[in-house]
């Protein structure tokens, strides 16, 4: 080179190759950690749920238990805790079907848009509320939403809910019928249950205490 | 911007092509802006006719392809610049874009017109595909994917034949990577976080890596071009700049995997890569004033007053550096700490953040490549701002800066009631969108949306006439002076 750089700090060549050794560097790490992740976010299966041995993902099959949000001493937020048996739809459903099941669930979650209103997992859209716990929401379990659809059970609820959303409304900002049929309501009450058992690293923060905190009203005016 | 009688290169002439579409889809976003947030006030507003799920979904895609159109515009129109070649393969790279065009128009058609529908495979691949930024169905993935291929190949044939300059390696290297990561956004899956994962990859290391990476390119090209910068400078900046943004973006993606399911780990990485992020974009705003001070010191010894030979495409460029830094890297930063995101995560302070930075990093250089490309159409020597470049600038700026703190403030009630006070839920939710502060942001939010879309028409208006009126101006001086001598 005629032109020799006076420093190596003006020097094209040393920055050029700068450059691709540290986003060379940078994508080999993003990929190793990709694996790893990979292998942790895997669904779990049957037989380790019924074994109770923890995955961040469980099977869809969690739906055949009591999934609960509690907080962990030693993690220092709340976790997912999945419980006894119950229930869902008035049945057991077996790995097969449940997995099914969950397909059919987060296939119509696609393809009715939910994320372009609503959060899932805390992305999507901020015009309705995050859908991550919506399993485990006060408002299904303290009588509220199976008092206004008039079912027994909080899956029938929201499955009677997600069918015909504005006529049920909570607020002047509603839910639109999005031509949702009885399959399609039980499959996303499935895929929502499912994602409430999903371990968030506590996200999101104190939902566990939410209904307790509303009691007497707040002091938000 | 309606001819381009001037341009040499048949390359420009398609880039320009890109342009047009680009401006008219930057329009529909606005408009579709604005039905959205006529719904947070008035939610009864097309209320199952044309619901906010889809004047979102409109509006959030309109803007990633609008500027993906302005960024395939700009490398056809920088190629023969920096090659001193005109593309291999034009006639192939003018097909492509005839054929993207109508499936943009198809799959907005349907979007608009079927909206939603059944849920099964039939509708991914047909009507959308209900992932936020990601909606295109997959046929449209798929032809998206062909022409990307087409633009590429042109691309490439002509790097390696013509002129191999710095800017054309990084250019070249970059579209790669940007091209293959929309490959990891096509598959569906019914597990919600593997899904997010690789969304992200899109997302994430579009915006905050190859397009930063692009808008780095393009900002070298740009002071190039209108203020004569010294290529070997720019070029050294620019790789300053690959190593910092990738250096601190790629693993910077960890500040989206601190909730969704993955492990804490990405707590820390996350948080330390991504809190580097805003250092690059600090490097590019001094970078950018400094060679242009520099630029206008040499001019000013030298007795001629204006380094700039286009100055509505510099003051863009400028609002670029600055609003890239703003809005990306402070309004990042505020929220990319795990600690802080717990509470923001998924609130109208992540809009304000993704206002503020699309426009700040994206809008601003790709509007300045449109006057650019105006210049060369018309073969203006010195362009220089009309009435309506200065309205555009002041009424879009102001705008969305607007928008951007109104959010910014509708985003702090809703994190410190809904998330902080009662920790989250529904009830919770509507407590915080009832609160009369976060009804008046959300109002001042869509005043300062219509401030921004009467800027845009005077920005569209700009961009159609400047390049006949001033080309004009620029021939009777001509003529003037031949006249007088
Ligand atoms: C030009 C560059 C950037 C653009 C266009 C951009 C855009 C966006 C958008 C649109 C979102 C919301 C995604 C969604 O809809 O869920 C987002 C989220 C986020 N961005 Fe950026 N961003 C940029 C740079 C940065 C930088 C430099 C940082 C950090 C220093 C950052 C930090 C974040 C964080 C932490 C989130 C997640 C917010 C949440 O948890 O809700 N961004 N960004
Ligand atoms: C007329 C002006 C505009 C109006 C009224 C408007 C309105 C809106 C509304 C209502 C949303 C939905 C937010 C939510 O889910 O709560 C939105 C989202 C979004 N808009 Fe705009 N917008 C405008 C201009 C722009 C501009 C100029 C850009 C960028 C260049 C932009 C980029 C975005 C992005 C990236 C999102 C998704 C944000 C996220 O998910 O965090 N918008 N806009
Ligand atoms: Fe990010």
Redesign the pocket.
């Known amino acids: 080179m005629s032109k020799k750089s006076a420093s190596v700090w003006t020097s094209i060549r040393f920055w050029r190759r700068s450059a691709a050794w540290v986003t060379g560097t940078a994508t080999v790490l993003l990929i190793w950690l990709t694996f790893d992740t990979m292998g942790q976010i895997s669904m779990g299966s049957d037989a380790d749920l019924a074994k109770g041995i923890k995955h961040r993902i469980p099977a869809a099959t969690v739906i055949n238990y009591h999934v609960d949000y509690q907080f962990d001493q030693k993690r220092g937020h709340e976790v997912p805790v999945i419980g006894e048996k119950e229930k869902f739809f008035g049945k057991e459903w077996s790995a097969k079907d449940a997995a099914a099941l969950l397909h059919h669930g987060k296939l119509t979650s696609q393809a009715k848009n939910c994320m372009n209103c609503h959060t899932l997992l ?3 859209g901020y015009y309705a509320p995050d859908l991550t716990k919506a399993w485990l929401d006060a408002k299904w379990n303290d009588g509220t939403m199976t008092g206004i659809t008039g079912k027994n059970t909080k899956e029938e609820a929201m499955a009677e809910f997600l069918m015909h959303p504005s006529q049920y409304p909570t607020h002047a900002r509603m839910m639109p019928d999005l031509g949702i049929t009885q399959d399609e309501a039980v499959a996303l009450v499935a895929f929502l249950k499912h994602m409430s058992a999903i371990d968030t690293n506590g996200f999101p923060r104190n939902f566990s205490q939410s209904a307790k905190r509303l009691e007497g009203g707040t002091h938000a005016h | 911007m309606l001819i381009n009688g001037e341009l040499k290169y048949e390359s420009q002439k398609l880039g320009m092509n890109y342009f047009r579409v680009a401006l008219v889809l930057f329009g529909a976003q606005l408009l579709m802006g604005l039905i959205a947030a006529i719904q947070f006030l008035y939610p009864g507003f097309l209320f199952e006719i044309f619901d906010f799920s889809v004047s979102r979904m409109v509006h959030i895609n309109a803007l990633v392809v609008w500027m993906l159109y302005a960024m395939i515009g700009s490398v056809y129109y920088m190629i023969p610049d920096e090659t001193g070649e005109e593309t291999v393969g034009i006639g192939l790279g003018k097909l492509a874009f005839w054929i993207l065009t109508a499936a943009v128009a198809v799959v907005v058609l349907v979007y608009i017109f079927i909206q939603v529908g059944p849920g099964n495979e039939s509708t991914i691949w047909f009507i959308n595909e209900g992932r ?2 990601l909606e295109a169905p997959r046929w449209a993935d798929i032809g998206i994917v062909a022409v990307v291929l087409v633009f590429y190949y042109n691309v490439f044939a002509t790097y390696m034949k013509g002129r191999r300059t710095g800017i054309m390696t990084v250019m070249v290297a970059n579209l790669f990577a940007l091209a293959g990561l929309y490959l990891t956004g096509m598959f569906f899956t019914d597990n919600i976080s593997v899904d997010q994962y690789w969304w992200w990859w899109v ?1 994430h290391l579009w ?2 890596a190859t ?2 990476v692009f808008v780095g390119t393009l900002a070298a090209y740009a002071l190039v071009k209108i203020i004569g910068a010294k290529r070997e400078i720019v070029e050294m900046w620019l790789w300053i700049e690959v190593l910092m943004l990738f250096g601190s973006g790629i693993l ?1 993606l960890g ?2 995997y601190f909730w969704i399911g993955t492990p804490e780990y990405w707590w820390e990485i996350g948080a330390l890569f ?2 580097l ?2 250092v690059p ?1 600090v490097a590019m705003f001094v970078h950018v004033l400094y060679d242009w001070g520099k630029e206008q010191g040499h001019c000013e010894s030298k007795g001629s007053a204006h380094a700039l030979n286009n100055s509505p495409a510099m003051a863009w460029v400028t609002a670029n550096a600055f609003g ?1 830094f703003l ?3 402070i309004w ?2 505020f ?2 700490l795990p600690q802080v ?1 717990i509470y ?4 109208q302070f ?1 809009a304000a ?2 206002h503020l ?2 426009f ?3 809008a601003t250089i790709l509007i300045a490549m449109m006057y650019i490309g105006v210049q060369g159409s018309y073969g203006i020597k010195k362009m220089t701002m009309t009435f309506k470049t200065k309205m555009a600038l002041t009424l879009i700026i102001f705008g969305v800066l607007g928008m951007g703190v109104a959010l910014t403030i509708a985003g702090y009630e809703q994190v410190l009631v809904e998330r902080a006070d009662l920790g989250g839920g529904w009830d919770a939710y509507f407590i915080a969108q009832d609160l009369p502060w976060y009804i008046q942001a959300q109002g001042w939010r869509l005043a300062m949306g219509v401030v921004t879309f009467v800027g845009f028409i005077y920005l569209a208006w700009d961009l159609l006439t400047i390049g006949a009126v001033e080309s004009a101006q620029e021939e009777s001086e001509g003529a003037a002076a031949a006249a007088a001598a």
């Open positions: 805390g992305n999507g | 936020e930024y997302i915006v905050e397009w930063e910077g500040h989206h991504s809190s992020e805003p974009l890239n809005g990306a890297g990042g930063f929220h990319t995101n923001t995560h998924g609130t992540t953040h993704g930075a699309f700040g990093a994206y």
